[in-house]
């Protein structure tokens, strides 16, 4: 296939003239999907007033200490693999407004080595 092309199935029947393990080539919805995916999604997710953080991508994410101010998150990566996410820390105020179109473009970026653990401290009082 073309560079950035992804194909949205594997045949696994000779139900078409495509052989068995083999994909047509050609262009699909999955690669519009994993682009929104990339504009729409976070690798890590925080909200620090109710001490929540949800990694969505090959990364772990855990609290490691909470005070009544701040709190710091661990986040390991356990793949062979550099890990670059984006960081959403959100307030509570916040998660009922709208985001800004390409919010997450202006994102920070988390660059996290294979094997590597990195702690993120941050305040429990954000500005909206």
Do not use: H
Not at 12 to 21: A, H, L, N, Q
């Amino acid at each position: 296939m073309k560079s950035g092309w992804i194909n949205e199935r594997v045949n696994v029947t000779d139900w078409e003239s495509i052989p068995v393990g083999e994909i047509f080539d050609g262009s699909t919805w999955a690669e519009t999907s994993l682009m929104l995916t990339y504009l729409e999604i976070p690798g890590l997710y925080i909200i620090p007033e109710k001490e929540i953080c949800v990694a969505l991508d090959n990364i772990e994410a855990k609290l490691v200490k909470v005070t009544s101010r701040s709190l710091e998150v661990e986040v390991y990566n356990p793949t062979g693999f550099l890990a670059e996410d984006k960081l959403m820390v959100e307030s509570l105020a916040s998660r009922g407004k709208p985001l800004q179109v390409n919010y997450l473009l202006r994102g920070k970026i988390l660059s996290i080595k294979p094997g590597e653990r990195k702690i993120i401290s941050l305040s429990k009082k954000l500005n909206p």
